[in-house]
């Protein structure tokens, strides 16, 4: 009887598992990019809170809402990293937020669905350094924010937890990009306006309610 190889038997298990984690976090990621559907409470799903947010961007000067859409890839565009408090976000968990329609996503905004608990959030680039304390900085000019957290109560269906307002400047230039430095970032409550966005977009996850996050301590271990 012939024995299996060993080394090769380990290697296949090793592609097996690593298949494995990157269909769940697939799967994970697409379900906090999407809304969740109609009746998911009453088929016993476990609630899941629309999480809204902003992002503008003031860059060298000039105000501008940053886009949160993936395409096209070449367009500077920010992506976030979410976990819960106390669980380092490395740069490799990054991804696009949910996305509304062409008119809701050019002006800066975006969402998670996420289950009740408490989270922390990131907003990260490519051609971008986060000059602020907390923030990582990853090969290729990608860089990552410190991290925002906030809390998403059991009973909220929609939650608007700030505009997040980024103030940045074009630093170097490379060959065929710009590279941004952002150095500094502002939760800022425009309630109002996530009010009109939620009844264009999200009515039937009315009332919303607002929590807004706040920055976490430069103290904390990342």
Same mark, same amino acid.
């Given at each position: 009887?012939?024995?299996?190889?060993?080394?090769?038997?380990?290697?296949? @298990?090793?592609?097996?598992?690593?298949?494995?984690?990157?269909?769940?976090?697939?799967?994970?990621?697409?379900?906090?990019?999407?809304?969740?559907?109609?009746?998911?409470?009453?088929?016993?799903?476990?609630?899941? +809170?629309?999480?809204?947010?902003?992002? @503008? +961007?003031?860059? $060298?000067?000039?105000?501008?809402? =940053?886009?949160?859409?993936?395409?096209?890839?070449?367009?500077?565009?920010?992506?976030?990293?979410?976990?819960?408090?106390?669980?380092?976000?490395?740069?490799?968990?990054?991804?696009? =937020?949910?996305?509304? $329609?062409?008119?809701?996503?050019?002006?800066?905004?975006?969402?998670?669905?996420?289950?009740?608990?408490?989270?922390?959030?990131?907003?990260?680039?490519?051609? +971008?350094?986060?000059?602020?304390?907390?923030?990582?900085?990853?090969?290729?000019?990608?860089?990552?924010?410190? =991290?925002?957290?906030?809390?998403?109560?059991?009973?909220?269906?929609?939650?608007?937890?700030?505009?997040?307002?980024?103030?940045?400047?074009?630093?170097?230039?490379?060959?065929?990009?710009? !590279?941004?430095?952002?150095?500094?970032?502002?939760?800022?409550?425009?309630?109002?306006?996530?009010?009109?966005?939620?009844? =264009?977009?999200?009515?039937?996850? !009315?009332?919303?309610? +607002?929590?807004?996050?706040?920055?976490?301590?430069? !103290?904390?271990?990342?």
């Amino acid at each position: 009887m012939q024995t299996p190889d060993r080394p090769r038997t380990v290697a296949n @298990i090793a592609l097996c598992v690593s298949a494995v984690l990157m269909v769940a976090c697939a799967t994970s990621t697409k379900r906090m990019t999407s809304l969740p559907p109609e009746g998911s409470a009453q088929r016993g799903e476990v609630p899941r +809170t629309v999480v809204l947010f902003r992002v @503008i +961007t003031g860059n $060298d000067g000039k105000p501008a809402a =940053a886009t949160l859409s993936t395409l096209p890839k070449w367009k500077w565009h920010f992506l976030v990293n979410v976990g819960p408090p106390g669980r380092a976000l490395g740069t490799g968990g990054t991804f696009g =937020a949910g996305q509304f $329609d062409t008119t809701v996503r050019q002006a800066g905004w975006g969402f998670l669905t996420l289950p009740a608990g408490s989270y922390q959030l990131a907003f990260a680039a490519y051609r +971008t350094r986060f000059a602020m304390p907390g923030a990582q900085r990853a090969a290729l000019g990608f860089g990552e924010s410190d =991290a925002f957290q906030f809390e998403v109560p059991a009973a909220a269906s929609l939650l608007y937890v700030g505009t997040f307002d980024f103030t940045c400047r074009n630093a170097d230039r490379w060959w065929g990009y710009v !590279e941004h430095e952002c150095t500094k970032v502002e939760v800022r409550d425009e309630r109002d306006l996530a009010l009109e966005v939620a009844s =264009a977009a999200l009515p039937r996850f !009315e009332p919303m309610q +607002t929590a807004l996050a706040s920055m976490r301590s430069a !103290e904390q271990p990342r």
